[in-house]
Every structure is written in C-alpha cells, then in structure tokens.
C-alpha cells in the first residue's frame, strides 16, 4: 500500500549544506584542536537541525502545487496515516544520510571518540523527532508562496528541547558520563511527536488545502 | 434574508462588541487606578532591599509582566482551541489580539530583566533558566504573530495559528522543563541572587496588586483590541455601518 | 444520492453564489456552469469536502458527507484544477500512485489503460518530459481504472485534443449509462444531450431567494 512517494529528490542538498556549514566553522573560528574539540558536538547537533529546517519546506510543497495533496485528503485511507509514510520517507531521506554522515564531520571537528557513538543514536532519534515536529511547520506554511522563513521562525523555538538533550547526550559522553538518561529523554519525545504529530499535521494540511 | 445562518454567526461579535461597551470602561479605569496604586507603592513606599538598594524595585515591573506574558500565551491558545472546535470567530479574534500583547508583555519582562541584571550580575544578558524559558516564549509569540501575518486569508490565518499556539502550548512544559535541566547542567556560581529569599511582605503586597493591575491592563488591552478588530472584520455589516455613521 | 439543500459557499463573510437546491442521482451527468468567479471550482471543491466555509447542506445517501466521510470519499474520484500527477515520475508510477493512495486492489494494467487516453507506449517516460495534454491525459486516466461512482471533474476538457475531447465524453456517457454519476464544470457545451446544467448565479445583496434545479 505504500508507494515509493518520491524517487528522485533533493536528497544530497542538505547533506552538502551540513558539510559545507562544517567546513565554515574552523574557518571562523580557529583551527586549533582543543578549541573545536569542545565545540564538535553541539555545532554538529546545531547544523544537523539547520540542515533538517531547510529540508522540510519542500516536504508538502510539491504535493500541495500538483494537486497530489488533494487527492492524498480525498483517499478513503485515514489521512494521518497517509501523512505519516510521508514524514518517514523525510526522515529516511534527511535524517539518516545526516547521520550516516556524522562520523566523518566528527573527523572534521575532532570529536573525541567517546562521542561517535552517542551523536549517532541521539542524531537518529532526533531527527526522527525534527521530521515530525517539523512536518506540523511544513503543513502550516504550504498553502504560502513564500512559506521558508515562517516555517523556520515556528518550528526552531519547538526544537529546543531536542537540541538541549541531543547536544548534551554527546557531551555528557564525552565528558565520560552515562548518556543513557538523555536518550531515554529523547526517546520519549519522539514516541510522543510519533502519536500527535501526524494528527496536526493533518489537521494543518486540511486547512491549508481549505482556502 | 434574516433566516439566513450565516447572519447568526456574524450576530454574536455584535452581542460581545454591545455587552462589553461598559464592562471596558470598568476595567480600563480599575487598571488604571491599580497600577497607579501599585507603581507609587512598590517604587515609592515598599522598603529597601538590603543587599540590592534601589534597583530590586523593577520586580514590580518585571515579575507582573512576566507572569501575565506566560498566561497570555495560554489564553491565546486555549481561544484558538475554542474557534477550532466550535467555529466562533469571536474566539479567533481574542487568539489574534492576544498574540502582539503577549509578545510586548514578554518583551517587557526580558527588557527589565536587562535591565535589572545590569547592576546585580554586572552583565545585561545571562543565560539563566527563566530568561532563556522567556526569550524563546517570545520567540513564540513571534512565531504566531509572523503566521498570522502571512496569510491573506483571514480564515486560513486563524486556523493555522491556532493549531500552532496548541501546539506550542503542548511544548511549553516541555520546553521549559528542559531549559531548566540544561541550566542546572551548566549552572556558573555567580547567580545566587535568582533564588530569592523569603520576601518581605511589606515588599510582597504591592508586587501583588501589580500582578492583578497587570492582569487587569492585559485584559483592557485585550478587550479593547478584541473590539476593534471586531469593527475591523465586520465592516461589512449594517450594525458597523450604524455605529461609525452614529459616531460622526 | 447527492443533495443540496440551499448550498452556497462563503468567502470573505459573503455568500459566493445565489444558494442552489437541487437533487443529483446516480445516471446523471451535471454541467455547472456561470461566470468566472462564480464559485464553480469553489463549490465542486466543498462537494468533495476540502472547502468547509459553506451555508446549507450537502447529504450524500441522506447523511451529511462529513458524517459519511469513510464511505463518502471511497466512492468520490476528484480531478481539480491540478490533476496530481508528478513530474518527476513515470505515469506507470503515478498511476500506482493513484491506485495505491485510494486503495484500489492493485489489479491495474497500466499499458491498457494509458492506451485508453491514447498514450500507449508512454507507460515508463517522465511526466516532465510530456505536453500539457498529454500531463492532463495522465490524469485522465484514473478514470480508466477506478471504480468509483461519483466523478467530480473540475474543467477536464482542459488542453485536451479534439480526438481526446470525444474520447472523454464517450467515457462520461459509458459511466452514466452504467449508473454513475459525473458532475463537471466547463465552459463548452457537451456535444451529447442527457445532461442538465446548474447555472450559478454570482450573489449580490440585491438578490434574495434559492435557485431550484
């Protein structure tokens, strides 16, 4: 039942995005190793949530132009559902290339190697949960010619919580702590944008088709 | 044409614009008469705090509006609630109105709070748990009023912010939950003076009556707005028409 | 099956056209028609529930369809201004699209039923690669394949050839014949007879009564 919603997308733009904002940072900063050692996990964290923000107003924009969003709110299938498969083919097509792609800029940045394996897992939680809280932005924000920066402006103050945990899930671990309780946060979170968020975004998404 | 629906729907601003002539007025002057009250006490009469002098007396600025910026973002969601689940206009309308007070309101509580911190940490901003809760409550606010301005369609306007100010309302806790685990992370040892001591009542009374006066000036203010924007929408209508033709 | 009772639809606190009255059964064909502005998108749009600012009543089966919705929108096949067809895929895949989105079995001969709007052997070519009419045509062809009885179609002569027009019509008439029913806005006269119009006249506040069809 669930088709392949997109074949083709903008999948490596963000990647690139995240790569090159990386790349940025010793630039501005400094080079120097202990500096960027202690910056690494949060600049990853901030990044990889910048690189999801500017994934997600493409998320409904295409659909809602060609008419496939009508016709998505005019199937028989309860549309939550149908809105769901939606945002897990975003994450799978953002979030995880995102974290693929962390130990290489962890390299970049000189995360130490306590840190890998927690900016991985608190990265696939998060942004599974960035997908999804992101995902009511973008249903807001389609029915606006120029929905981007709105849809920037609501979503960030709701990534907070996601930021705080993620970034400190890594620098607790670094720091030689346990990590777990964070991850556990995180995954609470996520279990809860996983029940609701298909249910506003929907609602959303019957509003902006509505005008 | 008076069996019509739709005419019954338009009926109730006007029932809430005629109800509330007089309750505005009332408000308006008692607001006005607590807040003189509660300024002249709190900064004239209400003693010296000892280890601060002068400068603690912004708290009666600053902690009425911080408190009635965080009730506003509630009765600005729980408005937008109402309009979803029982399409009333009128309750969009309040949810509109409330968002820019709300907004100015935070803004007041993070400005005095800069002001504040000036001569008590020695810098003007802290990354403390209730500035950092505050500024991204206004963050927010802005958030809602920048929706609302987007959509040309009024309709459509109402109904997104009001799913956004729910949703907001949900992350709120969580949001402020969360800053205040990370400001216990990262905690410096200079910002003892945020615990306060068990308030003087002499200094707790007027602190007081400035959260009702501050309560009682939003609800003006919201009012006030509320009826204007009523006008504003239903220019259309004959009743408008006879009050601004009754008003020249 | 589909009833309106003095439906119109608002916009901006006004009421678009004169309230329509009128009764649509299965066999019917319904052309609506009337002035640009009119509403006539607007209100084929409220019929399959995605425009909900409206006065009166629609019953489908004599329930209000958002009361129905379930058995409502497995019935309904809507084409609007936009078909939803994407350009980034093959029309095989935005047919399965179609079919896998409205919960079709999945029982669909894409080659037959392209063959059918005349695009034979475009089954794998990209949809940005095509014409206008030939995008359109994609579209077209849900018809083909879907069994819903209640066709909604907003303009669908649009950018349609000579030879795709009579196709569509002899499709329409086939579906009518076999007791569903098509409801159509277009600004060219239907070249078959057993069809009626419902003309919707533009509101003003003049004007105060129903238009019985």
Request: glycine residues 8%.
């Amino acid at each position: 039942m669930i088709v392949a919603f997109r074949h083709k997308g903008e999948l490596a733009n963000p990647l690139i995005f995240f790569l090159m904002v990386v790349v940025f940072i010793p630039l501005g900063i400094s080079p120097e190793k202990a500096v960027l050692t202690v910056l690494a996990p949060g600049m990853i964290w901030v990044i990889a949530l910048l690189a999801t923000l500017l994934s997600l107003d493409g998320l409904f924009r295409s659909d809602f132009d060609d008419g496939s969003l009508e016709q998505m709110l005019l199937s028989p299938q309860p549309l939550p559902w149908l809105v769901l498969t939606k945002i897990v083919a975003h994450w799978l097509m953002t979030g995880i290339p995102l974290m693929l792609l962390t130990p290489l800029l962890g390299t970049m940045l000189y995360l130490p190697a306590e840190g890998y394996l927690p900016l991985m897992i608190s990265l696939l939680i998060g942004t599974g949960s960035m997908s999804l809280i992101g995902s009511i932005g973008a249903a807001l924000t389609v029915g606006l010619r120029k929905g981007g920066l709105i849809l920037s402006l609501v979503v960030m103050p709701l990534y907070v919580p996601v930021l705080i945990f993620g970034a400190s899930a890594v620098n607790e671990a670094v720091q030689g702590f346990a990590y777990t309780g964070q991850i556990a946060i995180l995954g609470a979170m996520f279990v809860s944008a996983l029940v609701l968020a298909p249910f506003a975004v929907a609602g959303a998404l019957r509003i902006s088709v509505n005008t | 044409m008076a069996s019509w629906q739709w005419f019954h729907r338009l009926g109730s601003p006007k029932w809430f614009y005629e109800k509330t002539t007089r309750w505005t007025q009332v408000i308006g002057w008692l607001a006005l008469a607590m807040l003189s009250v509660g300024i002249v006490w709190g900064l004239g009469f209400a003693p010296e705090e000892l280890k601060q002098g002068n400068s603690y007396r912004i708290i009666y600025i600053h902690v009425p509006a911080a408190a009635v910026a965080m009730a506003g973002y509630y009765v600005m969601a729980l408005s937008g609630a109402i309009g979803l689940i029982w399409r009333m206009k009128l309750s969009y309308m309040v949810m509109k109105c409330a968002a820019p007070i709300g907004a100015a309101l935070t803004f007041a509580a993070l400005f005095t709070g800069a002001v504040w911190g000036k001569p008590t940490w020695g810098d003007y901003w802290v990354w403390d748990a209730r500035i950092t809760s505050m500024l991204i409550l206004f963050f927010l606010y802005l958030g809602v009023m920048a929706l609302q301005e987007a959509y040309q369609n009024q309709e459509a306007a109402d109904k997104t912010c009001a799913i956004l100010s729910l949703v907001g309302m949900v992350n709120i806790p969580i949001i402020y939950k969360s800053v205040d685990w990370w400001f216990t992370l990262h905690q410096p040892a200079t910002l003892k003076l945020t615990e306060k001591s068990s308030i003087a009542p002499e200094m707790a009374y007027p602190l007081i009556l400035m959260i009702f006066a501050v309560y009682m000036f939003f609800a003006w203010l919201l009012l006030t707005k509320v009826r204007v924007e009523i006008l504003h929408r239903e220019v259309k209508t004959q009743w408008v028409k006879d009050i601004v033709m009754g008003a020249k | 099956m589909l009833q309106l009772n003095g439906f119109t639809c608002i916009r901006d606190g006004e009421p678009l056209f004169v309230p329509v009255d009128t009764v649509i059964n299965a066999g019917d064909v319904v052309q609506i028609a009337g002035p640009n502005g009119a509403g006539k998108t607007t209100l084929l749009r409220s019929l399959c529930g995605l425009f909900d600012s409206c006065e009166g009543e629609i019953l489908w089966q004599g329930k209000p369809i958002m009361r129905a919705k379930h058995e409502f929108l497995a019935q309904l096949l809507y084409l609007g201004h936009h078909p939803g067809v994407k350009k980034s895929l093959t029309a095989r895949e935005n047919l399965e699209w179609f079919a896998g989105v409205n919960g079709e079995a999945c029982a669909l001969d894409v080659e037959s039923v392209l063959a059918k709007v005349g695009l034979d052997g475009y089954a794998d070519i990209h949809c940005h690669q095509m014409s206008a009419g030939q995008h359109r045509r994609v579209g077209l062809a849900r018809l083909h394949f879907d069994a819903s009885p209640l066709w909604i179609l907003d303009e669908p002569f649009t950018a349609i050839d000579k030879q795709g027009v009579e196709r569509l019509e002899a499709k329409i008439q086939e579906h009518a014949a076999m007791g569903g029913t098509v409801i159509l806005t277009t600004h060219q006269a239907l070249s078959f007879s057993h069809y009626r119009t419902i003309d919707l006249i533009k509101y003003t506040e003049a004007f105060d009564g129903v238009t019985h069809v």
